[in-house]
């Protein structure tokens, strides 16, 4: 594998480069050695983070980890494109033209597939009327990441959702 390593507000030492190496090295059994690894590692205040994405003709396989110490960072990302590409196998290999990224024991040996979903809980609640503001202070009042409302200036059922940097959007419905 190509490892394209770029670090933000970190310098990418050679101890970072190689832990990089050896632990997403442990993914090359299923790509192809030409596949392009990109990685980047960043720190912002005491969150170290690294994100790797691999491009496959068709597809993104992409995993961002957060933790305090970089070399954690770097074990969690492993750990979760590994999981993504066993429950993702069969759906990444249907289409024959992205095939040719992963090795033959890759595509050839079966996985279970473990990581069903699963519906463990569902709620009920009255959608009140309310503009996108308002949707955002209650949202923050009950701590929670999205907000369901009643959208009062179209009528419709729209969802705010918090973004990177404190910000928010916004999502509406298209027919």
Not at 41 to 61: A, C, F, M, Q, W
Not at 120 to 145: T, W, Y
Not at 153 to 160: C, I, L
Request: charged letters at 35%; a negative charge; glycine letters at 4%.
């Amino acid at each position: 594998m190509r490892y394209v390593i770029t670090g933000r507000n970190i310098d990418v030492t050679e101890g970072l480069r190689s832990a990089v190496q050896e632990k997403i090295g442990k993914l090359e059994k299923y790509f192809n050695p030409d596949t392009e690894v990109i990685v980047t590692l960043s720190v912002e205040k005491d969150r170290h983070k690294i994100e790797v994405t691999i491009p496959v003709k068709g597809n993104v396989i992409r995993s961002e980890q957060v933790s305090s110490d970089m070399y954690v960072s770097i074990d969690l990302v492993e750990e979760t494109i590994e999981r993504q590409l066993k429950k993702y196998k069969n759906k990444i290999t249907d289409k024959k033209h992205s095939g040719e990224v992963f090795t033959d024991e890759f595509i050839s040996k079966e996985y279970d597939e473990d990581d069903t979903i699963k519906i463990i809980r569902s709620k009920k609640f009255a959608i009140k009327p309310m503009d996108p503001e308002e949707a955002c202070v209650q949202m923050e009042l009950l701590g929670h990441s999205f907000y369901v409302f009643n959208n009062s200036e179209t009528n419709e059922v729209n969802v705010v959702y918090k973004r990177k940097g404190n910000t928010y959007g916004l999502i509406e419905p298209e027919f």
